[in-house]
């Protein structure tokens, strides 16, 4: 009972700390951090009202202020070492301007130590038959990779402090020791539970190998569809939007396509059974974003043939999803044999961009900006 009436009372203080100023909100903050020490925030009835404190009463701070209570964010205990997967995250988002703190410098040196201590081991392969389970499903369970290796909370403590150039250049240098080891990366990425991506904003001994490697693990095929995977790309390629260091190839973006743009809905006749059983996280409308922002804008103008444009013509008839006016954008800024074979929305309410119309000839076409211009 009490752990019950604790949990509503962190609650509930959490969902009034968002209303209070800015000085309310560090006194809230603070008071959450000191009950740290205490077991019963431990406690897995607990853990998530505690952590619904510690982040409301940050998150209604100014980001400006955050530089104030860097120490406190920094020192307060990470899931890994509590030993407790439930165990709230803190992260520091706005850090500030570095200052002449050894506490603080000392905190990130054992962040860093702690990625190497307190990472999982990997799975011992499994050698001998096994009864009952098939040869082919044992090399598949010796080749997954579900336990990590790298110790998530702590890099996600780290990342923020590494892409805001908070830390040193011989912090960075231990960092990225941590994660590869003392030699340099090999032929695959370090085993990690957070998204790919995440690699090409952490240090590295070689960075072109390593955003090499984030490529070819990324669109690796064949693809899975999986909303998770699919979430992998769409966040690739958002990452680097700047400088496309994560962009695949043309050839990797063409065979990507070709998977892609088989899919198929799922046959419905309507019946209450086909509702009951089908999935509520149809990937369908993932798929057309993942082609329209991941691949489409990385084809060469050769490979954009008219089979090419036809099969995704098809697909995109399935339904009207969100992404395909953007990716109809880019096939008519190829060949003009094809485009007034574009397709005209039926109604553009819901879109944020224009989609080419069949009637006008298209005068140019901006995806960047979601909008094409036609006579």
């Known amino acids: 009972f009490f752990r019950v009436s604790l949990r509503v009372m962190l609650e509930a203080y959490a969902r ?17 951090v000191g009950l740290e020490e205490s077991r019963v925030v431990n406690h897995v009835w607990v853990c ?40 709230p995250e803190l992260i520091a988002n706005h850090p500030g301007s570095r200052k002449d703190n050894p506490r603080i410098t000392l905190r990130i040196i054992e962040m860093i130590d702690s990625i190497t201590k307190h ?36 890099i996600a403590r780290l990342l923020p402090l590494v892409i805001q150039g908070f830390t040193t250049e011989e912090e960075n240098a231990y960092l990225a020791k941590a994660i590869y080891g003392p030699e340099a990366p090999s032929d695959t990425l370090p085993i990690s539970s957070f998204y790919p991506h995440v690699f090409s904003f952490l240090p590295s001994p070689d960075r072109v190998k390593t ?29 680097h939007a700047s ?14 396509f ?23 996280y149809e990937p369908g409308p993932l798929i057309a974003e993942v082609l329209a922002k991941s691949v489409l804008p990385w084809l060469r103008k050769e490979q954009v043939t008219h089979d090419l444009f036809l099969r995704f013509k098809e697909f995109a008839s399935q339904d009207s999803f969100p992404a395909t006016p953007l990716a109809f954008c880019y096939l008519a800024q190829h060949p003009s044999g094809f485009r007034q074979s574009l397709p005209k929305a039926p109604d553009l309410r819901g ?21 094409v211009w036609y006579q």
Not at 243 to 256: G, I
Not at 358 to 366: A, F, G, N, S, W
């Open 211 to 239: 955003d090499r490697l984030v490529r070819e693990f990324l669109y690796q095929t064949p693809l899975s569809l999986e909303v998770n995977d699919l979430s992998k790309l769409l966040w690739a390629s958002q990452a």
């Open 48 to 87: 998530r009202s505690y952590g619904h404190l510690l982040n409301y009463s940050l998150d209604s701070i100014p980001a400006s202020q955050h530089g104030e209570l860097l120490e406190e964010i920094l020192r307060f205990p990470l899931a890994s070492e509590r030993n407790n997967p439930e165990w």
């Open 351 to 371: 879109f944020s961009f224009l989609c080419v119309s069949t009637t006008y000839p298209i005068l140019d076409c901006d995806p960047a900006e979601g909008l």
């Open 243 to 256: 400088d496309n260091r994560l962009a695949p190839t043309p050839d990797q973006a063409l065979a990507c």
């Open 119 to 154: 990472s999982i081991a990997p799975r011992p392969l499994i050698s001998r038959p096994v009864e009952g389970i098939p040869t082919e499903m044992l090399e598949q369970l010796n080749q997954s990779s579900s336990i990590p290796n790298i110790s998530a909370p702590t």
């Open 16 to 32: 009034l700390v968002v209303r209070s100023t800015a000085d309310e909100a560090k006194e809230a903050f603070r008071f959450a």
């Open 258 to 280: 070709n998977e892609l743009v088989v899919w198929r809905q799922p046959s419905d006749d309507g019946s209450a059974l086909v509702k009951m059983f089908s999935d509520p």
